[in-house]
């Protein structure tokens, strides 16, 4: 066999070996994706069912609070305000102060907050920051062929705002059939923030970022630019 013949059969063997190579690597990522994807499912489900004794299969009849187009436009004209002027390159402290009721006319018809329509309906807030909503949360799915599950009951929030951060927190939950969640399903709450959602567009966390400190008073609460001294937290 010449020089010439052998160089061809050796560049024709690294050629055939090439895409079999390729192909037991795709074969490699597939089964190790699978895998992963078997193993959320698995850990879903096995989390789902610890939380079967706290849900249901029907959604609580959560109430709407609609309000008049006058109080609709006044609570809007608020929030326009406020977001104009933390905008704005005045140094003079902004407040906007919203009730429970304003919270609720707001959820039951502005679409940017329409993924909590139906699902929550806010009852109270405390001068302590404690928030407590009505609820009826819908439960992840892992199987398609599981019954849809709900989260029933009330739940109680807490609202924290420092220095351009803020974040809300489930800190406790109380079935709609008497139940208490156990502690340690209740803390994988409380390290979720239930803002993460809003916080993907950039025009809410750009503004968020300009809200230094919350106050608290029955059922009202007020957001600031003010920065609290060491006294006042």
Request: proline share 3%; charged share 25%; aromatic share 8%.
């Amino acid at each position: 066999m010449s020089t010439e013949e052998i160089i061809i059969k050796n560049n024709e063997r690294k050629g055939s070996n090439y895409p079999k190579l390729g192909c037991a690597i795709v074969c490699l990522l597939l089964a190790f994706m699978t895998g992963i994807v078997i193993q959320i499912i698995v850990s879903g489900a096995r989390h789902l069912e610890e939380l079967v004794p706290y849900s249901e299969t029907e959604p609580l009849d959560i109430p709407e609070e609609q309000g008049t187009e006058a109080e609709l436009n006044s609570i809007r004209s608020k929030i326009k305000t406020f977001d104009q002027q933390i905008n704005s390159d005045s140094s003079e402290t902004t407040e906007l102060s919203l009730s429970v009721k304003d919270i609720n006319i707001l959820i039951a018809n502005d679409n940017y907050l329409s993924d909590l329509r139906n699902e929550y309906f806010f009852q109270g807030i405390k001068s302590d920051g404690t928030i407590t909503a009505l609820c009826s949360r819908k439960m992840r799915k892992f199987l398609p062929w599981q019954e849809r599950k709900y989260w029933n009951g009330e739940m109680t929030l807490k609202l924290e705002v420092l220095n351009g951060a803020a974040f809300l927190r489930v800190s406790n939950f109380k079935s709609s059939n008497g139940s208490s969640m156990p502690e340690n399903l209740l803390q994988k709450w409380r390290t979720q923030d239930q803002l993460e959602m809003y916080k993907n567009d950039d025009h809410f966390a750009d503004s968020l970022k300009k809200i230094n400190s919350v106050k608290f008073a029955e059922n009202l609460i007020t957001l600031s630019t003010d920065k609290l001294s060491q006294s006042d937290k």
